[in-house]
Each structure stands twice: as C-alpha cells, then as structure tokens.
C-alpha cells in the first residue's frame, strides 16, 4: 500500500460528525457504488479525500432535499449548472405531484367528514328534500349473473380502485337500484351498479364515469342495514311522493355512511337513501 498522509484524510467517523449522519449511511453510499472511501488503513479505518469530502457535501445537502440516491450518483458524474437546475426541476414536478395527490386525499377525507356530518345534523328516518349540484360518480356495473360472492369481490375491487391513491379510509361507496326493483317488485338486491363520488375524471378500468345531474334530491338518512329496511322505506318514500306530486327521476342510490368501520353491530349502521324527484306536472320521467 502506498504511504499516504492521514493528516490530509478524514476518517469515516469524522465525517459523520461533521455532517451529523451515522457511519452505517457511509457504509450504505460505499455500498451502492455512490461514495467509497480513498483507501482503508491496516487498522480498518475508512479515510476519504478533500475531493470525497466535497461530494459528501452534495450528496447530504442532496438528500436533504429528498432527491433519491439513483439521481444523486448520476448528477456526480456529470454534474454543472445545467444538470443541477434540471435536477431541482424534475424534484419540484415530484414535489408538485405529491402535493396534488395529498390534495385529493384531503378532499376526500373533508367528503367523508361532510357527510357524516349531514348525518348528525339530520334526525334518523327524516325525509328531507334539497337542491344539490351536480356530482360526478365512478360507476362498476353489476350483471345479474353475478352470484354473492362475484358481487362482494367487485364490490371490495371498486372499493380499493377508489382508495388505492387515497390512503385507508372507510368505503364511501353505495350501490344503485332501478325504479321498479325498489318501488314496485321490492328486489332490493338487485343492484345495478356499485358507485362512489369523485373529485375528477381520473380513469379507472372496469369503471364508468357519470355525472349526478343538478337537482332536486330527496334524501333519508336512516339506521341499521339497508336489506332489514328496505321495505318500509320504499312504502314511506312511495307516500311521500304522493302527497306532495312528486315522481322520481332515475335511478336509486343507497350510500353507507357508518359501517363496520364504526360499529360491529350492524343495527349501529347508517345509511343513506337519495334520488332525484320532480313535479308529477314535468313531462319527461326519466
């Protein structure tokens, strides 16, 4: 080995304490081929050069900036001014990025909350009619040869597609029934389609996009399953628009507000019945 000045060097554990970071990430940079040490000396001391000590600098300051390991090393071999601001570049676009994503998840969770607070202001089994703006709705269509168990794993499947980018939060999503299934033939598992508000357009296999038109909206917010309800809250919706003219337009959706996420009681549960009604006078039903 070459005789070298140890004076000139600094050994791993200066380093560290200069740049406050633990030997093991000097370890981990010789490692992965970004940072190794000039030479180690008969007694296993790891020593680094002036030039390695600079490079430290900007590998620290790098990560600091949380700029991955993989870009730091390719920013070292070919490193000017052009590279850096490209470098900081690309991390404001990720940067941006994340801020957008936790902006949806935000919004979410301030629907969730919105929601559930309705219910709280809102006494239990209270018929209740409002204007809404329109909203858009992510759509998975059932068949119906699909069996219980195909429609409890599309249900989860439209769940997660719902919530894969926006963190574990309890399963906003409803299902919808036709006129005629709740009204008249009182099939109350005949569900057309499982459905979730959205935010925006954002394209999901196996889904469709709607939008909720502005309305109108009859609403009941009521305890317990839906399936143990269903029957009485067709008759009393049904009575409901007929003592004040009204008919229903499109289809019936059924929105879980509270459910296993809360209660493992499901006479705890809370859900939510809504659909678009108009004058009987209106010509067109759709």
């Known amino acids: ?16 304490a200069i740049f406050n970071i633990s030997k093991q990430s000097l370890l981990y940079y ?32 790098l ?5 991955s390991i993989a870009n730091i090393k390719k920013y070292l071999e070919n490193r000017s001014k052009e590279h850096f601001l490209q470098l900081l570049q690309e991390k404001t676009a990720e940067c941006q990025a994340i801020i957008h ?36 709705l992510r759509l998975t269509p059932l068949a119906e040869s699909d069996d219980g168990k195909s429609r409890i794993t599309k249900f989860a499947r439209h769940g997660q597609r719902r919530a894969h980018h926006k963190g574990s939060l309890p399963n906003h999503a409803g299902w919808v029934l036709d006129q005629e299934s709740f009204f008249k033939k009182h099939e109350f598992q005949r569900s057309q389609a499982y459905f979730s508000c959205v935010t925006s357009a954002t394209k999901h296999r196996q889904s469709i996009k709607m939008t909720l ?4 909206y009859l609403e009941i917010i009521f305890s317990g399953t839906f399936c143990e309800n269903a029957e009485k809250l067709s008759q009393r919706i049904e009575r409901f628009l007929q003592t004040n003219d009204l008919k229903p337009v499109g289809n019936i ?3 879980p507000l509270e459910n296993h ?11 939510k019945i809504f659909l678009k009604v108009e004058d009987k006078d209106t010509t067109s039903l759709t």
């Open 1 to 16: 080995m070459i005789n070298k000045d140890k004076r000139k060097y600094f050994t791993a554990g200066e380093l560290a």
């Open 30 to 61: 010789d490692k992965v081929n970004l940072l190794s040490p000039d030479f180690v000396s008969e007694n296993g001391y790891r020593n680094y050069s002036i030039q390695q000590f600079l490079d430290l600098e900007i590998i620290v300051n």
């Open 63 to 67: 990560r600091a900036l949380d700029i």
């Open 101 to 136: 994503n936790n902006q949806e998840i935000c919004d979410t969770i301030e629907r969730i909350k919105e929601d559930m607070h309705v219910k709280e202001l809102n006494t239990c089994r209270h018929l209740t009619l409002s204007w809404q703006n329109d909203r858009l």
């Open 213 to 216: 038109p502005a309305g109108l």
């Open 253 to 255: 959706y059924i929105l």
């Open 261 to 271: 996420w809360f209660s493992c009681d499901c006479e705890q549960y809370v859900n």
